[in-house]
């Protein structure tokens, strides 16, 4: 009989308070290209040359439109320092005790305290990505401060207790370049350094990145939708790999249940995901013009048209 795996602990104490950790996170899609990037983020988390321990890796922040796979960028290069990698999901109500540790009623209403993911990867010294930062309000941030510097810890109110992070412990920040956000305190920016800039893809690594997401779909589907991604691009529209990605999915299962040729499935598909303006790009010939007094650079004008089909007025 096989022997069973054993069941990693959990738990640590610190200071006599029990603690139990988050389990990492699984990420099963590589990133495609971009290698400059990559590299960028690789020496930022980089050992010092020579033997300086009191040197801190740095703690990029990760920009670019959303869905251009930022998060999947971070995390690949992460599983190259570890095999543990933690993401936190930033949102706008987001407090300092959900970033650190939050109390938990059990059995015989005790209290246990929880780890966070970010915590957790500081005890293990693994890597924590904060995903979508610029979601968080300024008082989640304050609680960060001495992590983000040369003192490396935070402080729980509500465990009481002081947490130092791992001599292995990194950490960085993806952000949305779009309006629905909030302005970070230029304190916390200073210690979120460099800015590590993902843009869009390549026509070579945009059909890449559909393939190694659609293993199994047809290549003349994603050439279909890489040329279309590849037509936003030059516009600036923010059309990302992820709405490239949702497109073939939705179109390959409309063509199934409707009996529809491919080509109709995408078109269908994209108004349904992208929007009606968006989706006249699908069409190889087609050209914005100019004296319609549109400026395609600017994605907040077209954002505000957005209107998809089937949504109800």
């Not at 246990?112 to 005890?123: Q, V, W």
């Amino acid at each position: 009989m096989p022997k069973s795996k054993p069941v990693e602990k959990r738990e640590v104490t610190i200071d006599g308070v029990e603690l139990r950790l988050a389990l990492p996170d699984q990420m099963p899609v590589e990133a495609v290209g971009n290698e400059s990037v990559k590299n960028q983020l690789r020496a930022c988390w980089l050992a010092p040359p020579g033997n300086r321990p009191e040197e801190q890796p740095l703690s990029p922040r990760v920009l670019g439109q959303p869905g251009v796979g930022k998060t999947t960028l971070a995390f690949s290069v992460a599983r190259e320092f570890t095999s543990e990698v933690y993401i936190f999901q930033c949102t706008s109500d987001t407090r300092p005790e959900d970033l650190l540790v939050t109390p938990v009623i059990g059995s015989g209403q005790t209290i246990r305290y929880h780890a966070s993911a970010l915590t957790s990867a500081m005890i293990r010294g693994g890597v924590c990505i904060l995903d979508e930062g610029n979601r968080m309000p300024e008082k989640s941030w304050a609680s960060l401060a001495p992590l983000l510097d040369s003192r490396r810890y935070v402080e729980s109110i509500i465990a009481g207790i002081k947490i130092h992070a791992h001599p292995n412990f990194r950490v960085a920040v993806t952000m949305n370049d779009d309006a629905s956000t909030y302005e970070i305190p230029e304190y916390i920016l200073s210690r979120l350094q460099p800015q590590v800039r993902l843009g869009y893809p390549s026509a070579e690594e945009e059909r890449g990145i559909l393939k190694v997401n659609l293993p199994y779909e047809d290549d003349q589907l994603i050439d279909m939708v890489a040329g279309y991604l590849g037509r936003c691009h030059k516009y600036d529209l923010p059309v990302a790999s992820r709405d490239g990605i949702h497109i073939i999915r939705y179109a390959q299962r409309l063509a199934e249940s409707l009996k529809i040729s491919p080509a109709e499935a995408v078109s269908q598909a994209a108004e349904q995901i992208v929007g009606e303006e968006f989706a006249l790009f699908l069409d190889p010939t087609y050209e914005p013009e100019e004296d319609q007094g549109i400026s395609f650079s600017d994605a907040e004008f077209l954002l505000s048209r957005f209107k998809p089909s089937g949504k109800e007025n």
